[in-house]
Structures are given as structure tokens and as C-alpha cells.
């Protein structure tokens, strides 16, 4: 099936430095892709929609400057975090959906972020 | 807006018994409702869907029905094996590609 992957798996950062998280369609091509941040013993929280050729669409609440986001090809999008803070730490997870649509969606395996 | 509501657990079953994860959900429309699974170490993985209503999907022994009625798409098994420790998502769309997930449970099954 259908694979997606996130680079890295876990990073650990200093407070006020950036971090980049890709996240890959490994066989298929993908011109949405989908951010989420999950919080301990939480939800999966949308953050931001990756669009390929336009601007991400972030939901309400979501600090579009501190979370940039670029899709730069049909296979991949970047999570940019600027200027961490410990309060960023979180699991940031990517998805993207089914070619075959249907709604499904193919998750990658999430990056654990730790800002000190 | 959307919303799901589900069983937190955690639970912890012995093998063999019988799961039920109640899941409930609020929308407009007619959305499709699913079942998302994660196990230790890996990404979640979609285990069943149905994308209307009295549908009922199942995968790996695993049902759920789709209640219009009660607004409600619970997940049973009749008898569970060590190997489907995992946290569970409700999740549903409401047209769009956006997913919206209950908090998941976390199940623990025990030899």
C-alpha cells in the first residue's frame, strides 16, 4: 500500500532555533497534504492544509509564521517550526490522502519535537 | 463544526474477550465516519470506513456500523488477541479531505 514518511522521527532543538520536518509520499503523488499536531493523551489536531503550486491553509488559531509550510513537489511537504520554544514540543504528524480518494488517508509516522 | 466524541480508556482486556469503543459524533450532513488504528512505533493506519448511512465496515475482525439514528459509529471485536493493543481514532469527513478524530483509546490485551 500507499507509504509516507517523516524526517526526522524525533529532533531535539535549543529554544529560539528552527527545525524542518519533511514528510514524503514514498509511491504516489500528492497534491494536498495534511499537518497534525498530537498532545499527549490527546487528539490529532489539524494544523495546516499543504497545498502543491499555492500557499498552505491554516486552521484557525495556527500561527501561519511560526509553522511554515511549503509543498514543494507532488511528493513532498515541509513543517518548518521558527524560532522553537519549549511549549512547541510536541508529536507533529503529516498525512495525505488516498490517490483512489474515498477520504482515506495515509499517514506518515510522525516526528517527535523537543525544544529546551 | 464537526466534532467526535469516543472512549478514552486507557482498557486493558485479557485475550479473547470481547471490545466494544463507543464513538459518537456531531455533524452537518452526512459525513463519512472511520476507524483509525496505531500501534506502538508506527503511523495510524485507516482499519474500516462507511461512507453512508447503516454501512458497516470491517477489517481483521474488527465492525462498525454506521447509526444515523444515534449518530453513533462504535467499534466491537468478539474476541481480541494480544496484537491488537494499539490506540483506536474515531474519525469522520464531513465532504472534504479533512479528517476530524475523537481523542483516541489506548487498549492494552494481555496474555
Known amino acids: 500500500g500507499a507509504v509516507v514518511s517523516q524526517h526526522p522521527s524525533w529532533v531535539i532543538c535549543k529554544s529560539g532555533t528552527s527545525v524542518k520536518i519533511e514528510c514524503r509520499s514514498l509511491d504516489f503523488q500528492a497534491t494536498t497534504m495534511f499537518w497534525y499536531r498530537q498532545f499527549p493523551k490527546q487528539s490529532l489536531m489539524l494544523m495546516a492544509t499543504s497545498n502543491e503550486g499555492s500557499k498552505a491553509t491554516y486552521e484557525q488559531g495556527v500561527e501561519k509564521d511560526k509553522f511554515l509550510i511549503n509543498h514543494a513537489s507532488l511528493t513532498l511537504s515541509t513543517l518548518t517550526v521558527t524560532s522553537a520554544h519549549p511549549e512547541d514540543s510536541s508529536f507533529y504528524i503529516c498525512?495525505?490522502?488516498?490517490?483512489?480518494?474515498?477520504?482515506?488517508?495515509?499517514f506518515g509516522p510522525g516526528t517527535r519535537l523537543t525544544v529546551t | 463544526g464537526d466534532s467526535v466524541t469516543q472512549m478514552e480508556g486507557p482498557v486493558t482486556l485479557s485475550e479473547e474477550a470481547f471490545l466494544t469503543i463507543n464513538c459518537t459524533y456531531t455533524?452537518?450532513?452526512?459525513?463519512?465516519l472511520f476507524w483509525y488504528v496505531q500501534y506502538p512505533g508506527e503511523g495510524l493506519q485507516l482499519l474500516l470506513k462507511?461512507?453512508?448511512?447503516?454501512d458497516k465496515g470491517s477489517n481483521k475482525g474488527f465492525e462498525a456500523t454506521y447509526r444515523k439514528e444515534t449518530t453513533s459509529f462504535h467499534l466491537e471485536k468478539g474476541s481480541v488477541q494480544v496484537s491488537d493493543s494499539a490506540v483506536y481514532f474515531c474519525a469522520l469527513s464531513g465532504g472534504s479531505e479533512k479528517l476530524v478524530f475523537g481523542k483516541g483509546m489506548k487498549l492494552t490485551v494481555n496474555p
Open positions: 498525512s495525505a490522502p488516498h490517490p483512489g480518494g474515498g477520504y482515506e488517508q495515509y
Open positions: 462507511a461512507t453512508k448511512a447503516d
Open positions: 455533524a452537518t450532513g452526512y459525513p463519512s
